[in-house]
């Protein structure tokens, strides 16, 4: 299982920058495989942005974020989006995606309402 | 709104029982999750749905609730768990995640 962010870099205030996010080593586009959004600007603690259904069809934001930030994704092509426009510089962080936690008991599968396997990160700088 | 509090720090010595708790409105009805951050890496899971633990993590962690409060418990701590850990939950939706700020943990 392999999450894998890509899209960072140096962006000045109020222009828009989209992260993708691909996953591989598990079925992207099953019920609970919901995907997340997470940040952590430089040394503060873990942010939850947004969550997405695993068909597209529900989606939740942060306060922080409501409005700016859009999440999607394209299950044919198990890949996670995160729109950021009209961007702060106190959108400066690392950027994670991860997946909805599942696991396995005997024959039966399991979700949770929360993240399992994490991508590396992709680092938002944004600056004048 | 719904917030999760962590003591900033806990240090214990090697081979000790550390202690990290999580409080929030929250944990009354939702489960708590705990996540382990090394130094420039992505978080890892330790702990799902209160206390259960994810194939691969070593039996030294546990985790346990009451009421409003949730406690990652490292038992025979070892200087390789030292690092930052984060609780997480959700709102009573539960559709909002929310995590604790955060509790360094030292073994020394």
């Known amino acids: 299982v392999q999450l894998v962010e890509s899209g960072g870099g140096v962006v000045q205030p109020g222009r828009s920058l989209r992260l993708s996010c691909e996953g591989s080593?598990?079925?992207?586009?099953?019920?609970?495989?919901?995907m997340y959004w997470v940040r952590q600007a430089p040394g503060k603690g873990l942010e939850w942005l947004a969550v997405i259904s695993y068909d597209g069809n529900n989606k939740y934001y942060a306060d922080s974020v409501k409005g700016r930030f859009a999440i999607s994704r394209d299950n044919a092509k198990n890949t996670l989006y995160l729109e950021m426009n009209s961007l702060r510089v106190e959108d400066t962080a690392v950027y994670y995606c991860a997946k909805q936690g599942a696991y396995r008991n005997g024959p039966m599968n399991y979700h949770y309402n929360a993240m399992d396997v994490w991508g590396q990160g992709t680092t938002v700088t944004v600056s004048s | 709104s719904y917030e999760l509090t962590q003591p900033p720090s806990v240090s214990v010595s090697p081979g000790q029982t550390a202690r990290i708790t999580c409080s929030g409105d929250t944990l009354e009805k939702k489960s708590a999750y705990w996540y382990q951050q090394k130094s420039g890496q992505a978080p890892v899971l330790v702990i799902h749905?209160?206390?259960k633990r994810p194939s691969g993590i070593p039996e030294r962690f546990s985790g346990s609730t009451s009421g409003t409060r949730a406690t990652l418990i490292i038992s025979g701590a070892q200087v390789d768990d030292e690092g930052d850990y984060y609780c997480?939950?959700?709102?009573?939706?539960?559709?909002?995640?929310?995590f604790g700020g955060g509790t360094k943990l030292t073994v020394l």
């Open positions: 080593g598990f079925t992207f586009n099953t019920y609970g495989m919901d």
């Open positions: 749905e209160d206390s």
């Open positions: 997480y939950s959700t709102d009573s939706s539960g559709h909002h995640g929310v």
